[in-house]
């Protein structure tokens, strides 16, 4: 046999191992992840719209009982309903109108707590454009627990896991909507026990004694929306 049809015969069965071995790879290895990247994307949009207006809902009423707290000339106490507690509701209409402010607030901070729990269960081990920022997202989202739970709060770090995890409603896989949490809070004493902690924190948020909590949550929340919009999720 010439050299040159020799050549040729090893040219073709070698072109066709190496042609096999890329579609073994593309088959087993490459698609998959693709896929992976995909369904991790698809999640990470689905996710990230209602996490970044719960973010957004959040900051404003912080900053707006920030602003109440301070305001010196606040003759008639707009911070007092932060007071009240849903364990003094009569009936349900308590929760939209005397403590509406109350519950619509507690709502908004296990909101964002919840959207955080649902992100890292199904989207924080999918991978962003690359690692790195899903290590810093990953990091963002626990700032906002650090923050709630830090500077002498009386909230605990896995309790705002747990408000926000009792929230969600495990048929949509989305937090409850608020006329839920507050049918919740008046009919399930287990529940209203559970978020009883949080309502505390705010009767004492009211009395401005956790100041620099709340200033910190405001700042995390501010960077997790200009995390999301920075890098266009």
Not at 86 to 114: H, M, Q, R
Not at 139 to 144: A, H, K, N, R, W
């Amino acid at each position: 046999m010439s050299d040159g049809l020799s050549n040729l015969i090893y040219g073709v069965v070698g072109g066709g191992i190496v042609t096999f071995i890329i579609k073994i790879t593309e088959s087993y290895l490459v698609a998959p992840r693709l896929q992976e990247s995909i369904d991790g994307r698809k999640k990470l949009y689905l996710y990230a719209r209602p996490l970044s207006l719960a973010c957004h809902e959040l900051e404003f009423r912080l900053n707006s009982i920030k602003d109440k707290i301070n305001d010196t000339n606040d003759q008639f106490g707009t911070s007092q309903p932060l007071k009240l507690s849903p364990k003094n509701s009569s009936c349900i209409d308590w929760f939209t109108k005397e403590g509406y402010y109350v519950t619509s607030t507690a709502y908004l901070i296990s909101s964002v707590a919840s959207w955080i729990a649902l992100y890292e269960r199904d989207v924080v081990f999918l991978p962003f454009v690359n690692q790195r920022l899903t290590t810093e997202f990953f990091y963002l989202i626990e700032d906002f627990k650090r923050a709630m739970s830090s500077k002498g709060s009386i909230l605990w770090f896995h309790y705002v896991n747990g408000i926000g995890d009792n929230l969600i409603d495990k048929a949509t896989n989305h937090p409850i909507t608020q006329s839920e949490f507050s049918y919740k809070l008046h009919k399930d004493e287990l529940f209203r026990d559970y978020y009883d902690q949080l309502f505390q924190f705010l009767h004492r948020v009211a009395d401005n004694e956790f100041k620099d909590t709340v200033e910190d949550t405001i700042q995390t929340l501010v960077q997790i929306k200009e995390f999301l919009e920075k890098n266009k999720i």
